[in-house]
């Protein structure tokens, strides 16, 4: 059965008409939920609008608190990537300030337009019943693999010149990022990026036609916990990494923000690969085991071993320094002996 009720629809029916051909009983608690939300509201411009507002907040907020938690926890340092660098109490408020003023004067209102826009790309959105999970899980890694290739590209431009100085720089603030530092960015770096995140989807929907907006927010959420966690800045043995070796995950992404070159891509680590991006972190790695190796060898004790990590991390960030300096200098004509 097709998801679709009247493919003919108008943009904005009545709530008489959303559903006037359909039998509730044969829904799912889920689907019966959406319908009655649509009901409610009364308009599914306004409604579309405010549940994906809702959902991507609930989802970012609901995302970070455990890492909050986390980082107040002295326990879990022990699989914190950079132990000497856990976020303040006021570092994290002064973060989400940020990313709520972006959520608020940037995404919201691209957000309450996207119920129009999807229509007329042939996006579902109040309709049920539901697409099958064999339409959507192929759709949803699609978007992944588009998100990762588009955030790959347009990331290393973002570390060139004009465009680090002046925009990406914001979001290097910290070299040991944190969950709530996901979203912490300049306003077009959120547009830049945050297009690859929605291009995926309007992309398929205007091509193929079967695309319902669930979909879309089963990937963002999807996204946002990859995001969030890959800002975290622990990497746990059973961190999903270490079950999907082409995962990114903390680890790969805080080497970026630690030594401030390689690991452009978000979610795998192909393109890095593919592109020699990833050379000097996998220097890095290949160095860190062998520490660990030499360590165990010596006997070192844990405050021994945190004190010789530290000091690799230090060089690693160092060299980050000198080639940031030199990006921000190029942006400006000068430089740097």
Known sequence: MSYYINA????????????????????????????????????????????????????????????????????????????????????????????????????????????????????????????????????????????????????????????????????????????????????????????GTIAGPLLYSYFMRDLHIFTVYIWIMLRLFQAIDAHSGYDFPWSLQHIIPFWSGADHHDFHHMAFVNNYSTSFRWCDWLGGTDTKYRAYRKRMDEAKKQAKAKGMTVDEWRAYEEKINAEEEAEGHKAEALVEASAGGKKID
């Open 8 to 195: 003919t629809a108008p943009a904005a029916p009545s709530p008489e008409q959303l559903y006037a051909n359909i039998d509730f009983s044969k829904l799912s608690w889920m689907e019966q939920s959406w319908a009655n939300w649509y009901l409610w509201i009364g308009n599914p411009i306004l409604a579309t609008g405010l549940m994906s507002f809702l959902v991507h907040e609930i989802v970012y907020f609901g995302r970070c608190v455990p890492w909050v938690i986390i980082d107040a926890i002295p326990y879990f340092r022990q699989w914190k990537l950079q132990p000497n660098k856990v976020p303040t109490p006021q570092e994290q408020w002064e973060c989400t300030k940020l990313v709520l003023f972006s959520h608020f004067t940037i995404e919201a209102p691209l957000i309450l337009l996207f119920h129009p826009i999807a229509e007329s790309i042939g996006m579902a959105t109040w309709q049920v019943p539901f697409p099958s999970w064999k339409l959507m899980l192929p759709q949803i890694a699609a978007f992944f693999v588009f998100e990762d290739m588009f955030h790959y590209f347009s990331h290393q431009m973002l570390h060139q010149g004009i465009f680090y100085k002046h925009i990406h720089k914001i979001h290097h603030k910290y070299s040991a990022p944190f969950g709530l530092a996901a979203e912490y960015a300049h306003p077009a770096e959120v547009l830049i990026l945050g297009m």
